[in-house]
């Protein structure tokens, strides 16, 4: 996005707040399409990286589904204009009162994460169910192991071999439709050869159980460049990825957050102190963890866009610190950057994917506004 654009929007809102350009959502919608070209296939957004009203409903008139992991997730899509139809339900501790619910209003289907949970469902269903089994490949994604999931020892999904104890208890339950399967081996991943390992151990286990599957649902986790260079590479995906799916006669679903929205988003934040210590220079500014937790939480490191001249500037390493009480409120710590004045902006980058989602009420720092650009003007989101 324009530098000028953002600065615009702190001129006009002022700082700090979180800017969404809706024209690099739409595009990175069909860069999704493009890829499954002359597949089956629908996208379904996952609500748990952006949940900002205004987007989900732009979202919706691109008819794309939505993923959901908790009930109040799914009451959000339902306020924007989901219909239940569309919706998709995720989670490993769904509730038996949030069960009946999407039962009630006959989502598109319920993804099982355990054993258990069928055994619930099946004292609840009164009427016809449509559920995917969540199964875990056992796949190192090769991402942050914070937001790994396809390993053995995570609590998401289930081994092939309960799966197939699910199955078969599935097919002597009349309510309880089996449509297919879920996979979701974890989050950032950008290289294609995970991908290949989860895909080809589902085919050999619908092979192996002679599964009629409707749907193949193959999760999400599409990394981005966070400004190290490193992403997804689409044209592999579509020619290592894509052959297979092909062949398997399934509607395949992807449920993509952060490719959607991630680079979509900037937090800009205004300059408060440049405070110098006989060892370091502190760039003080007035956002930080409270708003954005990623580099606390995981180490996340995002690009730091200087919104001032920096023509002039002396340039050296200096850590980004927010105005929380924590020594963990960094925002980048020991980045070579031209030495911002008290006042001017910056704008981090890569933010419209578990910023805004992830953000407290800590230190009671109020929360950051939430602006759209949707290529004519700015709006105050709702």
Not at 261 to 268: D, S
Request: proline share 3%; glycine share 8%.
């Amino acid at each position: 996005m324009d530098k000028e654009l953002l600065k615009a929007a702190a001129d006009k809102f002022g700082t700090p707040i979180y800017v969404y350009d809706l024209l690099k959502v739409f595009s990175q919608i069909e860069r999704v399409r493009s890829v499954f070209e002359g597949v089956d296939h629908s996208i379904a957004f996952a609500m748990k990286a952006n949940f900002n009203l205004d987007i989900l409903r732009a979202l919706n008139n691109m008819d794309l589904m939505i993923d959901c992991v908790s009930f109040g997730e799914y009451l959000q899509a339902r306020k924007a204009g989901f219909s239940p139809s569309k919706a998709i339900i995720n989670g490993n501790c769904k509730k038996q009162s949030d069960l009946k619910q999407y039962v009630c209003d006959g989502v598109f289907a319920i993804n099982l994460d355990s054993y258990e949970e069928l055994l619930r469902l099946e004292k609840i269903a009164d009427r016809t169910v449509r559920v995917c089994i969540r199964v875990n490949p056992d796949v190192d994604a090769r991402t942050d192991p914070h937001i790994a999931t396809g390993l053995r020892e995570h609590q998401f999904g289930v081994d092939y071999e309960t799966a197939t104890r699910m199955i078969e208890r599935i097919r002597k339950n009349k309510l309880v439709e089996l449509i297919g399967l879920h996979c979701h081996i974890g989050s950032q991943i950008v290289e294609i050869e995970p991908y290949q390992e989860a895909l080809l151990s589902l085919r050999d286990f619908i092979d192996k159980t002679g599964l009629d599957i409707q749907v193949l649902n193959l999760g999400g986790g599409w990394g981005i460049d966070y400004g190290d260079g490193r992403s997804l590479d689409l044209e592999e995906y579509k020619q290592k990825i894509v052959p297979t799916l092909k062949d398997l006669s399934a509607k395949i679903i992807v449920e993509l957050g952060r490719f959607i929205v991630g680079a979509a988003g900037y937090l800009v934040t205004k300059v408060e102190y440049v405070k110098k210590t006989r060892k370091k220079i502190f760039v003080i500014v007035d956002t930080g963890m409270t708003h954005l937790i990623r580099p606390a939480l995981y180490d996340a490191k995002h690009r730091i866009i200087p919104l001032y001249d920096t023509s002039d500037r002396e340039r050296n390493i200096v850590d980004v610190v927010g105005p929380a009480c924590e020594s963990s409120d960094v925002i980048r710590k020991a980045i070579e950057m031209p030495i911002p004045k008290e006042g001017d902006l910056l704008a981090i980058g890569e933010t419209g994917a578990y910023g805004y989602s992830m953000a407290s009420d800590y230190n009671l720092i109020p929360k950051p506004l939430e602006i759209i650009w949707d290529g004519q003007e700015f709006f105050r989101s709702s």
